[in-house]
Protein backbone atom coordinates (compact mmCIF):
# COMPACT_ATOMS: atom_id res chain seq x y z
CA UNK A 1 0.00 0.00 0.00
CA UNK A 2 1.47 3.47 -1.20
CA UNK A 3 1.97 5.67 1.68
CA UNK A 4 0.72 9.24 1.36
CA UNK A 5 3.12 12.05 1.30
CA UNK A 6 6.21 9.56 1.72
CA UNK A 7 8.61 9.51 -1.82
CA UNK A 8 10.46 6.49 -2.46
CA UNK A 9 13.58 6.23 -3.83
CA UNK A 10 15.16 3.17 -4.41
CA UNK A 11 19.06 3.05 -4.06
CA UNK A 12 19.92 -0.69 -3.60
CA UNK A 13 17.94 -2.61 -5.82
CA UNK A 14 20.13 -5.85 -4.36
CA UNK A 15 17.86 -5.61 -0.71
CA UNK A 16 17.59 -8.76 0.53
CA UNK A 17 19.19 -10.45 -1.88
CA UNK A 18 22.34 -12.89 0.02
CA UNK A 19 25.58 -12.97 -0.91
CA UNK A 20 27.18 -15.74 -2.24
CA UNK A 21 27.62 -18.20 0.69
CA UNK A 22 30.33 -21.16 0.88
CA UNK A 23 28.18 -22.98 3.60
CA UNK A 24 28.03 -26.53 1.82
CA UNK A 25 30.70 -26.36 -0.52
CA UNK A 26 33.60 -28.04 0.22
CA UNK A 27 37.12 -29.65 -1.41
CA UNK A 28 37.90 -33.17 -2.13
CA UNK A 29 41.35 -34.91 -2.48
CA UNK A 30 41.58 -38.19 -4.12
CA UNK A 31 42.38 -40.35 -6.97
CA UNK A 32 41.51 -39.99 -10.43
CA UNK A 33 42.18 -41.14 -13.84
CA UNK A 34 42.24 -38.19 -16.10
CA UNK A 35 42.15 -35.00 -13.89
CA UNK A 36 45.24 -33.17 -13.33
CA UNK A 37 47.80 -34.00 -10.17
CA UNK A 38 48.23 -30.91 -8.11
CA UNK A 39 45.44 -28.63 -9.80
CA UNK A 40 41.96 -27.31 -8.41
CA UNK A 41 39.00 -28.04 -10.49
CA UNK A 42 35.78 -26.82 -9.68
CA UNK A 43 32.26 -29.00 -10.66
CA UNK A 44 29.63 -27.69 -10.53
CA UNK A 45 27.40 -30.66 -12.06
CA UNK A 46 27.77 -34.46 -12.14
CA UNK A 47 27.58 -34.39 -15.62
CA UNK A 48 31.33 -32.66 -15.54
CA UNK A 49 32.88 -35.58 -13.63
CA UNK A 50 33.51 -37.91 -16.57
CA UNK A 51 34.81 -35.94 -18.85
CA UNK A 52 36.66 -34.08 -16.05
CA UNK A 53 38.17 -36.77 -13.29
CA UNK A 54 37.35 -39.97 -15.52
CA UNK A 55 37.42 -43.32 -13.57
CA UNK A 56 38.66 -43.81 -9.72
CA UNK A 57 37.75 -43.49 -5.90
CA UNK A 58 37.62 -39.46 -6.51
CA UNK A 59 35.03 -39.61 -9.52
CA UNK A 60 33.24 -41.62 -7.61
CA UNK A 61 33.05 -39.65 -4.47
CA UNK A 62 32.21 -36.53 -5.83
CA UNK A 63 29.20 -38.36 -8.07
CA UNK A 64 28.04 -38.78 -4.32
CA UNK A 65 27.92 -35.77 -3.65
CA UNK A 66 26.36 -34.50 -5.85
CA UNK A 67 23.57 -37.26 -5.66
CA UNK A 68 23.26 -36.01 -1.95
CA UNK A 69 22.32 -32.57 -3.09
CA UNK A 70 26.06 -30.41 -3.52
CA UNK A 71 25.99 -27.44 -6.40
CA UNK A 72 29.68 -27.30 -5.96
CA UNK A 73 32.98 -29.18 -5.26
CA UNK A 74 36.44 -28.35 -5.73
CA UNK A 75 38.39 -31.54 -6.59
CA UNK A 76 41.88 -31.92 -6.70
CA UNK A 77 43.52 -35.11 -8.16
CA UNK A 78 46.75 -36.45 -5.68
CA UNK A 79 49.32 -38.27 -6.97
CA UNK A 80 48.35 -42.08 -7.13
CA UNK A 81 51.76 -43.42 -5.75
CA UNK A 82 50.48 -46.27 -4.31
CA UNK A 83 49.11 -49.12 -7.27
CA UNK A 84 46.19 -50.62 -7.13
CA UNK A 85 46.47 -54.51 -6.37
CA UNK A 86 44.63 -57.03 -8.66
CA UNK A 87 43.54 -60.38 -7.21
CA UNK A 88 43.51 -64.12 -8.01
CA UNK A 89 41.01 -65.82 -10.71
CA UNK A 90 38.53 -67.81 -9.76
CA UNK A 91 36.42 -70.10 -12.24
CA UNK A 92 33.47 -72.09 -11.85
CA UNK A 93 31.78 -74.01 -14.31
CA UNK A 94 33.04 -77.07 -16.94
CA UNK A 95 34.72 -75.40 -19.37
CA UNK A 96 38.34 -76.24 -20.35
CA UNK A 97 39.20 -72.86 -21.19
CA UNK A 98 41.33 -69.93 -18.96
CA UNK A 99 41.26 -66.49 -18.08
CA UNK A 100 44.03 -64.30 -17.24
CA UNK A 101 43.59 -60.64 -16.52
CA UNK A 102 46.37 -58.05 -16.78
CA UNK A 103 46.54 -53.98 -16.07
CA UNK A 104 46.42 -51.26 -13.36
CA UNK A 105 42.87 -50.96 -12.21
CA UNK A 106 41.62 -47.47 -12.06
CA UNK A 107 39.40 -48.40 -8.89
CA UNK A 108 38.29 -51.61 -6.57
CA UNK A 109 36.19 -53.62 -8.53
CA UNK A 110 34.34 -57.20 -8.15
CA UNK A 111 34.58 -58.39 -11.75
CA UNK A 112 32.67 -61.34 -12.74
CA UNK A 113 32.71 -62.49 -16.65
CA UNK A 114 30.10 -65.20 -16.86
CA UNK A 115 29.85 -67.09 -20.31
CA UNK A 116 26.20 -66.91 -22.53
CA UNK A 117 26.45 -69.34 -24.45
CA UNK A 118 29.23 -72.21 -25.34
CA UNK A 119 32.33 -71.75 -27.60
CA UNK A 120 35.92 -71.11 -28.09
CA UNK A 121 37.56 -67.68 -29.14
CA UNK A 122 35.50 -65.78 -31.38
CA UNK A 123 32.29 -67.83 -30.92
CA UNK A 124 31.54 -68.12 -27.35
CA UNK A 125 29.50 -65.03 -26.04
CA UNK A 126 29.85 -63.75 -22.49
CA UNK A 127 29.00 -60.84 -20.06
CA UNK A 128 31.06 -58.89 -17.22
CA UNK A 129 30.14 -57.15 -13.93
CA UNK A 130 32.33 -55.01 -12.26
CA UNK A 131 30.21 -54.68 -9.25
CA UNK A 132 30.02 -58.31 -8.42
CA UNK A 133 26.70 -59.27 -10.27
CA UNK A 134 24.57 -56.32 -9.16
CA UNK A 135 25.03 -55.09 -12.81
CA UNK A 136 26.26 -56.23 -16.03
CA UNK A 137 27.17 -54.96 -19.13
CA UNK A 138 25.95 -56.13 -22.87
CA UNK A 139 26.85 -59.44 -24.35
CA UNK A 140 30.01 -59.78 -25.86
CA UNK A 141 31.62 -62.27 -28.55
CA UNK A 142 34.61 -63.61 -27.33
CA UNK A 143 37.46 -62.10 -29.44
CA UNK A 144 39.81 -63.75 -31.87
CA UNK A 145 42.85 -63.03 -30.19
CA UNK A 146 41.14 -63.46 -27.02
CA UNK A 147 41.93 -60.89 -25.53
CA UNK A 148 39.59 -57.76 -24.38
CA UNK A 149 39.73 -54.82 -22.40
CA UNK A 150 37.33 -53.51 -19.84
CA UNK A 151 36.09 -50.23 -20.48
CA UNK A 152 37.38 -47.35 -17.91
CA UNK A 153 39.12 -49.52 -15.45
CA UNK A 154 42.76 -49.91 -16.73
CA UNK A 155 42.51 -54.26 -17.26
CA UNK A 156 42.62 -56.19 -19.81
CA UNK A 157 41.67 -59.86 -20.12
CA UNK A 158 42.43 -62.65 -22.02
CA UNK A 159 40.45 -65.92 -22.92
CA UNK A 160 42.73 -69.36 -23.30
CA UNK A 161 41.21 -71.62 -25.60
CA UNK A 162 41.66 -75.67 -24.93
CA UNK A 163 44.17 -76.56 -27.80
CA UNK A 164 42.62 -80.31 -27.55
CA UNK A 165 39.52 -79.39 -27.62
CA UNK A 166 38.25 -75.20 -28.72
CA UNK A 167 34.82 -75.61 -28.91
CA UNK A 168 34.27 -76.51 -25.49
CA UNK A 169 36.80 -73.86 -24.02
CA UNK A 170 33.77 -71.71 -22.51
CA UNK A 171 30.87 -73.33 -21.44
CA UNK A 172 27.30 -71.33 -20.91
CA UNK A 173 27.48 -70.94 -17.18
CA UNK A 174 31.28 -70.93 -16.45
CA UNK A 175 31.80 -67.55 -14.44
CA UNK A 176 35.57 -65.99 -13.76
CA UNK A 177 35.71 -63.84 -10.63
CA UNK A 178 38.55 -61.45 -9.56
CA UNK A 179 38.61 -58.08 -7.08
CA UNK A 180 41.09 -54.87 -7.65
CA UNK A 181 41.80 -52.57 -5.34
CA UNK A 182 41.96 -48.75 -5.94
CA UNK A 183 45.27 -47.21 -6.53
CA UNK A 184 45.60 -45.12 -3.44
CA UNK A 185 48.00 -41.54 -2.73
CA UNK A 186 50.25 -41.61 0.02
CA UNK A 187 50.49 -39.15 3.33
CA UNK A 188 52.87 -36.89 1.21
CA UNK A 189 50.64 -36.73 -1.84
CA UNK A 190 47.68 -36.05 -0.13
CA UNK A 191 49.70 -33.19 1.90
CA UNK A 192 50.64 -32.18 -1.34
CA UNK A 193 47.10 -31.62 -2.10
CA UNK A 194 46.73 -29.84 0.58
CA UNK A 195 48.75 -27.57 -0.32
CA UNK A 196 46.97 -26.37 -3.26
CA UNK A 197 44.01 -26.08 -1.40
CA UNK A 198 44.72 -24.21 1.58
CA UNK A 199 47.41 -22.03 -0.51
CA UNK A 200 44.38 -20.79 -2.50
CA UNK A 201 41.72 -18.03 -1.71
CA UNK A 202 38.65 -20.16 -2.15
CA UNK A 203 36.21 -20.63 0.22
CA UNK A 204 35.20 -24.36 1.51
CA UNK A 205 33.68 -25.67 5.07
CA UNK A 206 36.11 -29.01 4.86
CA UNK A 207 38.61 -31.11 2.75
CA UNK A 208 37.49 -34.72 2.43
CA UNK A 209 40.19 -36.99 1.84
CA UNK A 210 39.25 -40.11 -0.32
CA UNK A 211 39.86 -43.49 0.25
CA UNK A 212 40.33 -45.46 3.70
CA UNK A 213 43.15 -43.91 5.29
CA UNK A 214 44.79 -44.94 8.83
CA UNK A 215 45.57 -43.56 11.79
CA UNK A 216 49.14 -42.23 10.45
CA UNK A 217 47.36 -40.37 8.04
CA UNK A 218 45.00 -38.76 10.49
CA UNK A 219 47.56 -37.93 12.64
CA UNK A 220 48.52 -35.53 9.53
CA UNK A 221 45.59 -34.46 8.71
CA UNK A 222 44.99 -33.39 11.92
CA UNK A 223 47.86 -31.42 11.89
CA UNK A 224 47.04 -29.60 8.66
CA UNK A 225 43.54 -28.80 10.46
CA UNK A 226 45.46 -27.30 13.39
CA UNK A 227 47.64 -25.25 10.59
CA UNK A 228 44.98 -24.16 8.80
CA UNK A 229 42.97 -22.92 12.51
CA UNK A 230 45.72 -21.34 13.16
CA UNK A 231 46.29 -19.17 9.90
CA UNK A 232 41.84 -18.03 10.80
CA UNK A 233 40.89 -20.48 8.01
CA UNK A 234 38.34 -22.08 10.12
CA UNK A 235 37.49 -25.68 8.26
CA UNK A 236 37.69 -29.23 8.89
CA UNK A 237 38.91 -32.55 7.71
CA UNK A 238 36.63 -36.02 7.00
CA UNK A 239 39.03 -38.76 6.82
CA UNK A 240 37.20 -42.48 5.80
CA UNK A 241 37.72 -46.01 7.92
CA UNK A 242 38.50 -48.78 6.31
CA UNK A 243 35.78 -51.01 7.61
CA UNK A 244 36.65 -53.40 10.04
CA UNK A 245 37.72 -57.25 8.48
CA UNK A 246 35.68 -60.12 10.60
CA UNK A 247 37.59 -60.93 14.61
CA UNK A 248 38.99 -57.13 14.49
CA UNK A 249 37.84 -54.66 17.25
CA UNK A 250 37.16 -50.94 15.84
CA UNK A 251 40.45 -50.00 17.46
CA UNK A 252 42.10 -52.28 15.23
Known sequence: MALKDVLVKIKDGGLALLAANPSAVHAKVGVASLAPVGQIVALSDHEQIADTLGAGPLADATLDSF?????????????????????????????????????????????????????GLNDAVFRYSLDGGASWSGQVTVPAEGVYTLPNTGLTITFQADAENPPESFRQGDRFTFSTTAPQASVESVNRAIDVLLGSNLSFDFIHVVGPSDAAMWASLAARAEEAFNSFRYIHILAEAKPPAPGQTVDE
Open 67 to 119: VAGSRLVYVVAAEPDIPGQRGTVSREGDGTGTLSVAGNPLNAFDVVVEVLRTG
